[in-house]
Structure formats: C-alpha cells, structure tokens
C-alpha cells in the first residue's frame, strides 16, 4: 500500500496521457484507466479504485482521488474511539456520524449548541440561532472547525431577500440560508477581465449595493472602479477605466461612465433617489452615480497641496463641495436619506444630507495616531480609524471601529461600545460583552436585525443576532 501512495500522483500524470482507453460496456462515471475519465472531469481526471487492484473504478479529479485514497487508508486503521467518554465515536473505521471533536465532552453530534467558541453540535457552525451572542458564519484561516477558508475578507452586505454577500481578496462570494458559501465570480489571481463566474478577475474588490435587478454593484480598490455583477454571474465594467496601471491611478474624474476615474474606491449605498454614492477614497471624495449613467461630485474637496508640494487632506463641515475628508471608508444610507459616512483618517462618523457635510460622532482629528476610544455623548466620543458604518430602520448608526478592535452604536445622541474589548485585538465567539475582533472592517445588517462582521483580520464573517 505504501508503494501505491509514494507512485500516485505520478501514475496519474503518466496514465492520463500515455494510456490509451477502453470503453467498451462503460457507464459514465466508469473507469479502467484514467484515460477514460479525460472529458469527464474538470482538470486533470483520475480513475480511483478502491481497493487498487480493483477492475473498475470512479472518474474524479486528482485532488479528490487523494483524499479518498487518504480515507480508505482511515478505514482500513480499524481506528474508531471515543476518547472523552461522551457516548460518539470517532475515527476512519466509524460508521456513520462520528464526533468532531473527541478532546471534549461537550462536543458532539446532537448536543445543545451553546453560547461559546465551540461548534458544540458538530453542524460546520458556531452559535447560530443564539441570541446576544457573536458566531462564525465564513472563514476561519487557522479553525478546524469552520471548512470554508477565506484569505482577504472584506465586505459584507445584506440583500433585501437576506442573501449575505461576502468579498474576499479577488472574489463574491454568497451564503445561502443554510449559510453554505458559493463562488459567483472571480478567480485566485488578481485582474480586470469582464467574464463570467470564476472566469472573471476582480483586484481588491471590498463594497457592494444590491440592485433591484439582483445585480450586484461592488467597488474594486485595485482596479480603481465599480463592477457590476450580473444575476447570471457575468461582469462587467460600470463606471471608471478599471485598471491598476500607474498611468491610471491617482485620477479624478467626472461625466459619463466610461470617462469617470477613481482612485481607491472603497464602499457604494444607494441614495434615496437610487442613485449610487461611491467612496472614493483616495481623492477622499463621495460621488454619485446617477440613473441615467452620469458620474457628479457631489462631497468633499478633495486634498490641496502643502509649501513642501505634499497633497495633503483636512477636516472641515459645511457646503458639501468645500468640505474636507481624510481618506473615508464606508457609507451608508439612512431612511430619512441621511448619509452616513466613516471619515477613517480623521477618526470620527460623519454625514451628508440636504448639499452640506456635518460631524454626528467623534471628535475629528485628523491622523492614524490620533484616534482613541471613548463612549458618552456623540461630541465627545471617539474612535480608532473606522472603516464600516451601518444605519438600522430606527436610525441607529453602527460602526466597525478598526483599529479599536470593536463595534461601536450610536443612538439616542450617545456613542456606546456594542461587542468586541476596545484596544484588544483577538478571536473569541462567544457572548457580546466578551467577543473579540481583529480590526473588524465592514458591517451589514439583515433582515432580522443581525448585524454582520467582517473580521478583517481574523479571515472570517462574524453575525450577532439581537
């Protein structure tokens, strides 16, 4: 058997090529060789038997015959214990449900989930259904339990039918209701091509907006543009060049679709006229993409140059086209058609309404070193660099508070710490007075009140239920 294992994988290379196949009396699915799986399978095709001196065997990839190899081998250990004494087995030689931790006892199929770091019930999730308290709905780079793996989590957004849509490093994915990931597009590696599913390339793509249509609008910083994500998973330019070539990047432009320029764009929300307001962050500017497919500046003056040449940005309220932001990062929409905005380089909350640009939370002060933490009275508070802001229907603001590691609430005039330890960076799921976070960057809610996390650094999306 060993010998088998150490010539796998170089049997299967050879034999899909230089084998010739038979056929004759096959049922699709069916194999003698791997030859006869070539056309069958997505990518380099294997014909697993099992046991290996079978006659006929099963098409699959190479990557799958492997791990079915690796399982028979399980089996054949004779390997099935149940270690901590909590009534379930576990092991390759098991049959049927096995336990998916057997270090501890109150881990088991069919216990009662609890509100803790632990997938007590062994269902793949960590306290749903729990009210008050954080789980893990994606990722988990280093948690055995969570099998989705994320590598770059960035945006999150609740659509009106409750679909979660989720932007990794190059990628859209969506969680259905059984919370089960699925790739609509993007690929591995970074780009700008307009096709279709995992065929499309995507540089950073972090904010989106749900159409009416079911398109899906997302803000690409790298490619310095908005995508649009058709319901059959096609994309497609929208607005701006989408190019990350130094010859495209630093511009700032307005007019149709095809001649804007952005730089950075982080975060997009529909108005209440639906247009789109798009974060343009690195011109630290808010523009609108109006309905009938123009681009307007409609927040922010952008930087003014120093003595020394430097473009440098500032802090000031007032007229929206005179007003100054520091590199914002997030926006959102309130129904009164008050737009929120997280002025992350001048750590504080602010908004836009009616052409004039004002402060609802924070003491704004421009510089990464000069955020801070404190609850009380909105003039008073502060924050730490936020990047993501939600507005609920009653008009409470939630803010993902980067660099406090922490979700912050404002209601009521006040500024209160809602999950997460402020200046604490860490993973814990478990109750809202003592989850932790690390530099959470963008938070959405549904339709039942949770409220979405992206953990930014902890590769996952975290949910809070009310």
Known sequence: ME??????????????????????DLKPGECKDDHDCRGQVEGLAACYKEPPDAELGKCMTV???KA???????????????KDGDGVKYGGACEGETDCDDKDPAVKPGATEVCDSKDNNCDGFINEGLKGCVGTVLGGKQDPVVQFMTTQTAGVEVGPDGTVWVTDQHRVYHLGTDFKAKRVAGSNKPG?????GKFARFDKPRGMAVGNDGSIYVTESGNNCVRRLAPDGSVSRFAGKCSNEADDTGLDEVGALTAARFWSPIDIAYDQDGALLVVDMLNSKIKRITKDGKVEHVAGRGGKEDEDGYTVFGYSDGP????????????????????YIADMKNNCIRTLKDGKVGTFAGKCVGGSDKGGHKDGPVSKAQFNQPNGVEVGPDGTVYVADTFNHCIRMIKNGKVTTFTGQPGQQGFYDGPVKDALFNGPQSVSLGKDGSLYIVDFGNYRVRRVIP
């Not at 010998?3 to 004759?24: H, Y």
């Not at 700008?192 to 279709?196: E, I, L, P």
Request: with cysteine; glycine share 8%.
């Open 320 to 339: 929206a086209l005179k007003a100054e932001f520091n590199e914002p990062a997030g926006i959102a929409v309130g129904a009164d058609g008050t737009a």
């Open 3 to 24: 010998r088998v294992l150490t010539s796998f994988s170089v049997l299967v290379v050879l034999m899909a090529f230089l084998l010739p196949g038979c056929k004759d």
């Open 68 to 82: 079915a190899h690796e399982k028979y081998l399980e089996k054949k250990s004779g390997v099935c214990v149940d």
């Open 192 to 196: 700008n091509d307009d096709k279709k």
């Open 63 to 65: 990557k799958e015959a």
